[in-house]
């Protein structure tokens, strides 16, 4: 089992930053591809980032591309989520999620082994 806590949430204007942390605690964290969602209400939760597990290899989605920034720290047992030029449509609920996959890194919800609760991001026009 992997527990994952999300936190760094909140309401900030369009145009500013925040950067989401998730915890991982149980199983060998390094072990994982981590990976970063996010879901409006009424809405499909979608994919926005991914790091591979041996840190070589991140993937954006597009509408996030350039704005966004995934990182994993093994030695803390935590990944990031840095984003900046925020904008209105960015407002969603981020969902961190640790994935088993030894190379490739995995977009579909399917493929998460494991999620957190959730840290709820509001962007202000």
């Known amino acids: 089992q992997v527990q994952l806590v999300e936190s760094g949430g909140g309401l900030v204007q369009a145009g500013g930053s925040l950067r989401l942390s998730c915890a991982a605690s149980?199983?060998?964290?390094?072990?994982?591809?981590m990976g970063w969602f996010r879901q409006v209400p009424g809405k499909e939760r979608e994919f926005v980032a991914a790091?591979?597990?041996?840190?070589?290899?991140?993937y954006y989605a597009d509408s996030v591309k350039g704005r966004f920034t995934i990182s994993k720290d093994n030695a803390k047992n935590t990944v990031y989520l840095q984003m900046n030029s925020l904008k209105p449509e960015d407002t969603a609920v981020y969902y961190c999620?640790?994935?088993?996959?030894?190379?490739?890194?995995?977009?579909?919800?399917?493929?998460?082994?494991?999620w957190g609760k959730g840290t709820l991001v509001t962007v202000s026009s």
């Open positions: 999620a640790a994935d088993n996959s030894i190379t490739t890194i995995r977009t579909s919800l399917s493929a998460m082994d494991y």
């Open positions: 149980g199983r060998t964290f390094s072990n994982y591809a």
């Open positions: 790091i591979s597990r041996s840190l070589s290899t991140t």
